[in-house]
């Protein structure tokens, strides 16, 4: 599962360097990825077949970027009466694996071996229950709009190193593993692109094996 470091860290430039990233226990680790632990995660069951990344899209308050609320909602630090749509989320307690934001920082906050609480009542590829072996990936941004370029190339990069760590074979929006009920990331996302990038930097084997939504 896991894979030795080429380089140490500290040896990295603050680019995207894929020879300077590596996993330990369930950790990203390279230069600039932001680790911020989670109180709200759980065990995954055992043997449990981590083949699928869900997307999601947030942001808040919704619409306004880089306001440090959603570090602060997936590590239960968010003052609920800062602004008067946390009120309606009050108390909730969730997490994703990783945060993208507009910039393309890439924050995580639950190890990829446990169990972050992001897709809720979930079915896709058969299976219940999505939390119990997906990466929940949320994007900055605003369900329906656009994302940005460095998103989209942050998002390629970490898919690529999810992908040489676990048995990556399914991508979905939380919209599709929860339909009727989540609409995130929404019609903003372009899945086309994505395909592109990863096209450019998975293995040809690992892409020809995807399942697209
Ligand atoms: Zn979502």
């Not at 009050?90 to 995580?108: C, D, K, P, Y």
Request: some cysteine; glycine content about 8%.
């Amino acid at each position: 599962m896991m894979q030795r470091p080429p380089h140490s860290p500290e040896l990295g430039s603050h680019h995207c360097d894929c020879a300077a990233a590596h996993w330990l226990q369930g950790w990203l680790h390279a230069p600039g990825v932001q680790h911020l632990p989670s109180p709200n995660f759980g065990e995954r069951p055992p043997a449990a077949c981590i083949d699928l990344a869900v997307l999601h899209s947030i942001s808040l308050p919704p619409g306004e970027y880089g306001t440090g609320c959603v570090q602060q909602l997936f590590t239960n630090q968010l003052d609920w009466d800062a602004h008067p749509y946390f009120n309606s989320i009050r108390n909730l307690e969730v997490s994703a694996h990783f945060f993208i934001t507009r910039q393309g920082v890439l924050w995580q906050f639950v190890s990829a071996d446990a169990r972050a609480w992001h897709a809720g009542a979930s079915h896709w590829r058969g299976r219940s229950n999505c939390n119990d072996d997906s990466i929940g990936i949320e994007l900055e941004g605003l369900e329906g709009q656009p994302f940005t370029p460095a998103q989209y190339q942050r998002l390629g990069w970490l898919l690529g190193h999810i992908a040489q760590a676990y048995p990556l074979k399914y991508l979905a929006g939380h919209e599709h593993i929860a339909p009727g009920r989540k609409q995130d990331p929404g019609a903003g996302f372009d899945w086309p692109q994505l395909a592109q990038l990863l096209a450019a930097t998975l293995p040809a084997q690992t892409c020809k094996n995807l399942h697209w939504p």
